[in-house]
């Protein structure tokens, strides 16, 4: 079926350095892959989209870039401060289509 | 906030309980959506309503009974639940059905099944 592998898993950096968290799609008919951030006690956030037609997009300290050829997306974010500690989830969907398939998650710790 | 609120925020039931969970959004949207989450797992999708019509079924067990009384609301019946349903349930909307279109979350409710 289809399906989205996140890693890595669990990431640590220091403040100030960046974070690069990565995502493979099954699905070659996904074009819009967005990307979530779930904070303790709250419910997954968008923090950044990307559609099929773009190879990368760049929000302030946030970028994500796609490779539809290799079907893999990335996130990175830059210049990392404690706030940006949370989960962050990949996701990968279709249009016309009614689901939304997440990655499991990456829990980014970022080190004052 | 997102527009999305959640009740309860906890809940503990046993397995010959019935409790219902309760979503309602705020922003409009005309699709809503139940997810489970559990620990070290991607976000499961349960089911899908586009202006009140369920439009997907993701192979969830009976004892899990959805219910869209209008574009605002979502409730979520349980009744014999199994100790692996115990998880976080999230509500999320969005303004079309579709997937392609950013979805805001509520909350979640965390269930516990003893």
């Known amino acids: 079926g289809e399906n989205v592998e996140q890693h890595p898993s669990t990431l640590s950096v220091q403040e100030g350095d960046s974070a690069v968290i990565k995502c493979t799609y099954s699905?070659?008919?996904?074009?819009?892959f967005p990307w979530y951030k779930q904070e303790l006690g709250k419910g997954p956030q968008l923090i950044i989209d990307i559609r099929s037609n773009v190879g990368e997009k760049k929000d302030q300290r946030i970028a994500v870039t796609l490779n539809k050829t290799a079907k893999h997306f990335s996130l990175h974010i830059t210049e990392t401060q404690p706030e940006d500690s949370a989960v962050y989830f990949c996701?990968?969907?279709?249009?016309?289509?009614?689901?939304?398939?997440f990655g499991a998650g990456t829990r980014l710790f970022v080190k004052a | 906030e997102t527009g999305v609120t959640q009740t309860p925020r906890h809940l503990v039931m046993g397995m010959t309980n019935k409790k219902s969970l309760k979503c309602e959004q705020h922003?409009?949207?005309?699709?809503m959506y139940w997810y489970k989450q559990s620990a070290k797992k991607p976000l499961e999708l349960m089911f899908v309503?586009?202006?009140?019509?369920?439009?997907e079924n993701n192979s969830v067990p009976s004892r899990f009974s959805p219910e869209c009384p209008n574009s605002s609301h979502l409730f979520l019946h349980l009744h014999t639940l199994q100790p692996e349903d115990s998880a976080l349930y999230l509500c999320?909307?969005?303004?079309?059905?579709?997937?392609?279109?950013?979805?805001?979350f509520g909350p979640g409710t965390r269930l516990t099944v003893t």
């Open positions: 996701a990968a969907s279709r249009t016309g289509g009614f689901k939304t398939i």
């Open positions: 309503y586009s202006l009140e019509e369920r439009v």
């Open positions: 922003l409009g949207h005309n699709a």
């Open positions: 999320a909307s969005s303004q079309e059905g579709y997937a392609a279109y950013e979805q805001y």
């Open positions: 699905d070659s008919a996904s074009n819009y």
